[in-house]
């Protein structure tokens, strides 16, 4: 079924939100993601065909300078021949089952997924009646988000999705320069359309700024997923924060909360660079996240590998241990963590990735009473080693120490994070437990009665004194970080 602007415009407006920050920020964080903690993400599309690099093979493969340049006319030929858009019939996925990859994730600990709609090539994931370009009409010619969707619902998944639209408004420009399968003129059922020029990355608002033609194909494509798959959130990449897609961006808001409130689920928008106004949504840090706790929910969204976002040959994978650290670290700090996963071409995930989620399942199947629904602590960390505050900090991994610790409360109970590996039976000492005060916390009142390793059924010999809560831990056959939970009467 058609969506129209006037459709759009006419539930924006109906209230109870209007499109205006004023009105949006009424918003409020929905309670099951502030209990979440963990969610996954996934990049899977027409890129996942070549699977050389990263996911912006796309437009990397119509950049003369770039190793997708030259990887693509040595394996497929020049671009006037086979362009980006022949990898289409290439992407069968004959191995998809979502009920496979929902048992994984589901496996993983995860509370939400985030499927990739539409990502910067402009190939949609689902039925759309704005553009053939779409996985039901080409490619598996089935509706990949709607299966999805379907499985998800069935197991008490929450149903998310994002839209990387916006770049995609430059994303094939440079296919102009040279002779390829990019001819101009472009129409608006071309899958290149528009292929203007690319901005300057230091000046992301320079010219050419999105004309009202493909802002307006924005619009209508957004609410078009949003009014056929009802999304719990709805996640936005990059230069969506351009001043262009400001009143465009307020409508859509609009228009998704007003829906939550008929559907009676409450929606979200995450969002990257202030492209909203602060408190009309969540905020959003790509592959980083902060220094201090934060007064205000936030997500990070990282991958699990260093090096892309899809599935390639070459993949940088991080460790379990790693990822659990940065899990612990972000909700220590009142954030969520969405991990990326990318399946590869044919539909199937990869073991690595498979093995690497089901270490993460196991850990949280012990420790998850520390992360899931807990709060943050009146201190979120103590040591020596800190996560950097911004986007991109992590293409080194943190090595962190038995001294290193993080918290968060539930109920009556502070967990410990020992972040570091331990190498035996030691003493660890909490200073942010101590009875006296240290340099920027009151002394400790409460009453412990019991501390203990969550998975293991003793209690541990403890002594709180004036320099710490002095802990005896034994000897443990994880290299996996351990939770200590002590009870407080």
């Known amino acids: 079924m058609s969506i129209t602007i006037e459709e759009i415009k006419r539930i924006a407006n ?42 912006w093979y796309s437009r990397n493969m119509y950049i003369t300078s770039h190793p997708e340049f030259q990887h693509h006319v040595k394996t497929y030929g020049e671009h006037k021949t086979f362009g980006y858009k022949d990898f289409i019939p290439m992407f069968t996925a004959e191995k998809f089952n979502a009920k496979e990859w929902l048992a994984i994730f589901e496996k993983s600990g995860a509370k939400y997924i985030f499927p990739v709609a539409e990502h910067h090539d402009g190939f949609q994931m689902y039925q759309s009646a704005l553009s053939p370009f779409n996985a039901v009409e080409m490619g598996p010619k089935r509706d990949i988000l709607g299966e999805l969707k379907k499985e998800a619902e069935k197991r008490g998944i929450h149903f998310c999705t994002s839209s990387h639209r916006a770049e995609h408004y430059f994303f094939f420009g440079h296919g102009k320069e040279f002779e390829s399968d990019i001819v101009a003129p472009l129409t608006k059922d071309s899958l290149y359309w528009p292929a203007m020029p690319e901005p300057d990355h230091q000046d992301l608002f320079s010219k050419p700024y999105p004309d009202q033609a493909f802002l307006e194909d924005w619009l209508l494509r957004t609410a078009e997923l949003i009014r056929d798959y009802q999304p719990e959130m709805l ?12 009143d465009y961006l307020k409508l859509i808001a609009a228009y998704y909360y007003n829906l939550g409130v008929k559907w009676q689920k409450p929606t979200s928008i995450c969002y990257k660079h202030d492209a909203m106004m602060f408190g009309t949504g969540i905020v959003e840090m790509e592959r980083g996240g902060f220094e201090q706790a934060q007064p ?48 590869k071409a044919d539909g199937s995930i990869a073991k690595h990735d498979q093995d690497i989620l089901e270490t993460i399942g196991n850990w949280l199947s012990i420790n998850g009473e520390a992360i899931y629904g807990a709060k943050v602590w009146r201190k979120a960390q103590e040591g020596p080693t800190r996560q950097p505050s911004g986007q991109f900090s992590d293409s080194k991994p943190i090595y962190y120490t038995t001294k290193d610790f993080r918290f968060t409360v539930s109920g009556n109970s502070i967990y410990v994070f020992i972040m570091g590996r331990l190498s035996g039976p030691e003493q660890l000492n909490i200073k942010a437990l101590a009875t006296s005060k240290d340099q920027d916390l009151p002394e400790f009142h409460g009453i412990i009665e019991k501390v203990f390793l969550l998975g293991k059924n003793q209690s541990l010999l403890w002594k709180q004194t004036s320099g710490g809560l002095k802990v005896e831990i034994p000897k443990v056959s994880s290299d996996l970080p351990q939770v200590l939970k002590v009870q407080v009467r």
């Not at 209007?18 to 409020?28: A, G, R, V």
């Not at 996640?235 to 400001?246: P, T």
């Open 14 to 55: 109906q209230g109870p939100y209007l499109p205006t920050w004023k009105s949006l920020f009424q918003y409020q964080v929905p309670e099951w993601f502030l209990k979440a903690k963990f969610g996954i993400f996934i990049h899977w599309g027409v890129y996942s065909v070549p699977a050389y690099r990263n996911e």
């Open 235 to 246: 996640y936005f990449d990059w230069w969506i924060e351009h001043d262009s897609f400001k």
């Open 296 to 343: 205000f929910s936030w997500q990070t969204d990282t991958a699990i590998a260093r090096n892309s976002w899809c599935y390639t040959d070459s993949l940088a994978y991080k460790t379990p241990l790693e990822i659990i650290q940065t899990l612990i670290d972000v909700v220590a700090k009142n954030g969520n963590l969405l991990l990326n996963v990318g399946p």
